[in-house]
């Protein structure tokens, strides 16, 4: 069956980089594109970019340009979204969602989340 | 960039009744990609509803979305208990691809 398997928590200070990872199975890979998402406590959900599986190519959302890096190894189907420069602000939890390259169905499924926790 | 706007914040209905819940898009959504998603506490988001109005693999008949252009709707026929929990449409298909803030369905 279709699954997007993330990292563990991670707790960071302020200033520091966070990587989480994504890792595919059940599908073909470079079929689908995946997306990143977050979730702060008790907020609604934001789209953070997108990743191309095969080409690489990334599209960011604008307030997360400069700060966000996403990408991918396709030996183990699994992508990476790496987050500079964290603040107390950016306390939330961290989901990975495919999506149909050609054919957008919306995102689905989602991996589990990654909550990652900012604070000194 | 697409801003969505759901209403009501919070919808109180009982098992049984039917509910329906509004998504108005700042322009109109090309080719109708607007989604549906439902979001249990400590879950993950699940997609419902594609397309304004296609229902995602394993979605239960009694949910339905309908519309077009900026006004959208998902509609819930009879609610069981499960499907209380808090719902997020979606322009999706270029980016950036946005959310609605949510609509909080809780039992009265």
């Known amino acids: 069956q279709v699954q997007l398997v993330q990292s563990g928590a991670e707790v960071k200070k302020p200033g520091a980089s966070v990587k989480v990872s994504c890792k595919a199975s059940?599908?073909?890979?470079?079929?689908?594109?995946m997306h990143w998402v977050r979730q702060a406590p008790g907020q609604g959900l934001e789209w953070m970019g997108i990743?191309?599986?095969?080409?690489?190519?990334?599209t960011y959302a604008q307030k997360f340009q400069g700060r966000v890096t996403m990408t991918r190894d396709t030996s183990t189907s699994t992508v990476y979204m790496e987050l500079s420069s964290l603040r107390s602000e950016d306390t939330a939890v961290y989901y990975c969602?495919?999506?149909?390259?050609?054919?957008?169905?919306?995102?689905?499924?989602w991996g589990q989340g990654t909550l990652v926790t900012v604070s000194s | 960039e697409i801003v969505l706007t759901q209403s009501p914040g919070t919808l109180s209905l009982s098992p049984g009744e039917r509910a329906t819940l509004s998504c108005r898009a700042s322009?109109?959504?090309?080719?109708?990609?607007l989604a549906w998603y439902q979001q249990k506490p400590g879950q993950a988001p699940r997609l419902l509803i594609y397309?304004?109005?296609r229902r995602a693999t394993g979605i239960p008949d009694r949910f339905s979305g309908s519309g077009s252009g900026t006004d959208f709707t998902l509609t819930i026929s009879r609610l069981e208990p499960e499907d209380f929990a808090v719902y997020y449409c979606?322009?999706?298909?270029?980016?950036?691809?946005?959310f609605g803030q949510g609509t909080k369905l809780e039992i009265k």
């Open positions: 969602a495919r999506d149909l390259i050609g054919d957008s169905r919306g995102f689905d499924p």
């Open positions: 059940g599908y073909t890979f470079n079929n689908y594109y």
């Open positions: 990743i191309h599986p095969s080409g690489g190519d990334t």
């Open positions: 322009q109109s959504v090309s080719s109708s990609y």
């Open positions: 397309g304004a109005s």
């Open positions: 979606q322009h999706y298909g270029r980016p950036p691809y946005t």
